[in-house]
């Protein structure tokens, strides 16, 4: 409602083909995406662009090529803070229902299964006092590391580019690991909270998943391609590590069969976001940096 206010809008609500993406360069002088597109260096047209300003719907913008926008004169932006809690809470959610196997348990009693309790009945594992690690110590990282430190009575270490100096983190006494396979070993939980990037391409391969704990739960709710499936799928056959919480996927929205099978997984369809007030909090994000941008005036959230 408040974009029409401001602007003629048209909505398209799945991924555009390459031949949609030129003609709407040609049509449009701004364009909103959102990780299920790509915006990637080869749907351009040849010819002058109408459009000025890629306003992204998020805040990860691993689907656009950067480089190549900018070299097409477009300003990129992303929609940074407005999201935080909620993709803590979901991350927090994948933890507790792989602790305590909460979907394997509803699927047993939908089917008809559950025979009554009795005391060896799915024994899970306990997350109070148990010790987290987070990769990635951004701002969805620490929402996390507070929330199941103080929610949870959990142990935070983090693994991070560098220490984090906020005194909330101090507070909580979280252990800064400058090595990766350092901290793996000493993890019942790890959870990514990195940005998906050349960097972290399959950061968590066979080598880093049999530094984890057989106990150890992975959980991802950054990006797909932090995690080589592959080599979880491998990983959780062998029963190197105990089970994984999984928001988001390689090739989404494609899930590996072999996950779909496995109990001690948890699969959802990138909800990291999806509550309403979030969703209009990134919406109106987006709004304040088209209405910049239209303005000329300087976009609150430039990422290229
Ligand atoms: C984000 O904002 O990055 C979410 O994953 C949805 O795109």
Request: glycine share 8%; with cysteine; net charge neutral.
């Amino acid at each position: 409602m408040a974009m029409q206010q401001s602007f003629a809008v048209t909505c398209q609500n799945s991924p555009m083909t390459t031949q949609e993406w030129q003609r709407a360069f040609q049509d449009y002088d701004a364009i909103c995406p959102c990780v299920a597109d790509r915006v990637s260096a080869d749907v351009y047209p040849a010819a002058k662009l109408r459009t000025c300003i890629l306003a992204n719907y998020g805040v990860g913008y691993n689907h656009i090529d950067t480089s190549a926008a900018k070299a097409r004169g477009l300003t990129v932006t992303n929609t940074p803070g407005v999201l935080t809690d909620a993709t803590a809470d979901l991350a927090m959610t994948l933890l507790l229902m792989l602790a305590r196997r909460a979907g394997e348990g509803e699927r047993q009693l939908r089917a008809g299964l559950w025979s009554g309790w009795y005391p060896t009945h799915m024994m899970g594992a306990m997350v109070t006092g148990a010790t987290l690690g987070i990769i990635g110590m951004g701002r969805i990282g620490q929402a996390m590391a507070f929330k199941a430190h103080f929610g949870f009575g959990m142990k935070i270490l983090y693994h991070n580019r560098r220490p984090v100096t906020e005194a909330g983190i101090a507070a909580m006494g979280a252990e800064f690991c400058e090595h990766l396979a350092d901290m793996l070993g000493r993890c019942d939980f790890v959870a990514l909270h990195c940005p998906s990037g050349p960097a972290t391409h399959h950061l968590m391969n066979s080598e880093r998943l049999a530094q984890m704990q057989p106990h150890a739960f992975l959980i991802n709710t950054a990006r797909g391609d932090v995690v080589d499936e592959t080599a979880l799928i491998q990983a959780l056959s062998a029963g190197q590590i105990a089970g994984a919480g999984l928001d988001v996927y390689e090739k989404e929205p494609a899930v590996p069969a072999a996950l779909t099978q496995m109990e001690n997984v948890v699969l959802l369809p990138h909800l990291g976001s999806a509550t309403l007030q979030t969703r209009v909090a990134m919406g109106m994000r987006v709004l304040r940096n088209l209405d910049a941008f239209f303005s000329g005036k300087e976009v609150p959230d430039r990422v290229a």
